[in-house]
């Protein structure tokens, strides 16, 4: 299937979801920038400092836990343009927040555009994809969230060194205010480009098949697939789509079944232990962890781009492998890569080996690995491996288990820095990746070049 598509279009339908990645990224990431400056300000404490880092996070939750039912009922575009739209709520509003509470609370509505995005930006590009291009598609997210950090990390560098050169004390106006005087409020506002571009360009691209499909509107469906890919490749996913939903409804509690209950625990286990791996925690405060460790605010950030520059390149090997080499083999190797780095880092903070250079290097190794493997990997699976009729929840679910993941480690964070210390923060990451090799060695099933609903049939038939 799909030998002969269109891939023009089918690189820009793909492109236009996955920046939904790259503002997912940017604006989880900004905030590694701003902490260090919205603690002096504001006088955080670190329970305060924990709820303004994790506020994304628990936005994030509210929106996985609204994607699922919604893009189920209205269809996955118009859900994705309601997370645009909040994308830009979100930029201006965090730019001109007279206090803390005020930008804890937008941070979190901006969340919410964050859950909805990563539960439909991935699992619309795996719906309209065909099958031996879909993990490459599908892995486009994830590589939008590598670019949407980086570009995080470039604007927080770049402001930084601006403000540090036009501290003259007679300046005065908009400029001054929120690029020299408080440079967070510029890194915020940052993501309106991005957002914008994000929302006008979704109403360019088709609603997924498969749901129109769901809601027996086939003659939308084929002209769509029709536009992605030949006529006879078209028809063969027609006939396959409506075979699959022929079979019955799949109620949620199917998910806990024989079957589908393997599905769901593969999808659970890959969305929490790479969160449980540390990575968020390394973009969230990565920069701190470098100052922390002797360097000044503005070399952390610069230190910190090239951070964001590994993480967009060893994705790319993700994008060009997963489909040939198979989804187990390199989450394998990224496994056994990350968890190496991580144990490495603990060991240098207990041994106070904390050159600046040093941790760079060490923390580029474990955003590699991480990279090619649990990165994209989770966002793959979990976005190909649930049954057509309750995809969007399924995902929606799993997603959430990222987000409370994230949200629970980043909130308390800063309280177990200081009572656990950042030596054994690192080895409890690394302890956390270990029973992963035992999942991919006996429980992961490998899902390249199958079509959706050939994925589903292996799980319903079981």
Not at 105 to 129: D, F, K
Not at 191 to 205: D, E, G, K, Q, R
Not at 255 to 260: I, Q
Not at 356 to 373: D, E, Q, R
Request: with cysteine; glycine share 10%.
């Amino acid at each position: 299937m799909g030998d002969k598509i269109n891939k023009t279009y089918l690189w820009f339908i793909c492109i236009v979801a996955a920046l939904g990645g790259l503002l997912f990224g940017y604006d989880t990431a900004v905030i590694s920038g701003t902490i260090g400056l919205l603690r002096n300000q504001f006088n955080l404490s670190t329970g305060m400092e924990g709820t303004l880092v994790s506020a994304v996070l628990l936005g994030s939750i509210v929106g996985c836990l609204i994607a699922g039912y919604f893009s189920d009922k209205f269809g996955r575009k118009k859900v994705l343009i309601l997370a645009g739209m909040l994308f830009i709520v979100a930029s201006i509003g965090c730019s001109i927040a007279p206090d803390i509470n005020t930008l804890i609370i937008i941070r979190l509505l901006g969340g919410i555009g964050v859950g909805i995005a990563s539960v439909l930006s991935g699992l619309y590009i795996s719906e309209i994809s065909p099958p031996n291009v879909r993990g490459r598609m599908t892995g486009l997210f994830q590589f939008a969230i590598t670019i949407g950090i980086l570009l995080a990390l470039f604007v927080n560098a770049s402001l930084k060194g601006i403000a540090f050169n036009h501290t003259e004390p007679a300046m005065a106006g908009l400029f001054h205010w929120m690029v020299v005087k408080e440079t967070w409020r510029s890194m915020l506002l940052a993501m309106l480009v991005p957002a914008l571009l994000f929302t006008i360009s979704l109403f360019f691209v088709p609603e997924s098949p498969r749901w129109l499909m769901k809601q027996k509107l086939v003659e939308k469906a084929r002209r769509i697939l029709l536009k992605i890919t030949d006529e006879k490749t078209a028809e063969d996913e027609i006939k396959s789509i409506d075979e699959t939903l022929k079979q019955g409804a799949v109620a949620m509690t199917d998910l806990l079944k024989p079957g589908l209950r393997k599905a769901f625990f593969v999808a659970m286990f890959l969305a929490i232990v790479s969160e449980l791996s540390g990575i968020t925690v390394i973009f969230y405060y990565g920069p701190d962890i470098l100052e922390k460790a002797g360097l000044q605010l503005s070399d952390a950030l610069g230190g910190f781009v090239s951070v964001g520059i590994v993480n967009v390149l060893f994705t790319i090997i993700a994008l060009w492998k997963l489909d040939s080499i198979g989804r187990r083999p390199l989450l394998f190797i990224g496994n056994a890569g990350a968890f190496l780095s991580m144990l490495t880092l603990g060991f240098c903070f207990l041994t106070g080996r904390t050159e600046g250079m040093l941790l760079v290097l060490l923390i580029c190794a474990f955003v590699a690995f991480f990279a090619f493997s649990m990165g994209p990997i989770k966002w793959v699976v979990m976005s190909e491996i649930f049954p057509t009729k309750i995809r969007g929840r399924a995902v929606a679910i799993t997603s959430l288990a990222v987000w409370v993941t994230d949200w629970t480690l980043n909130m308390i964070f800063p309280m177990i820095r200081e009572s656990m210390g950042i030596a054994g923060i690192f080895f409890l990451f690394s302890a956390f990746l270990v029973p992963q090799f035992f999942f991919i060695w006996k429980v992961m099933p490998e899902t390249k070049g199958k079509t959706l609903e050939e994925i589903e049939q292996s799980w319903l038939h079981k």
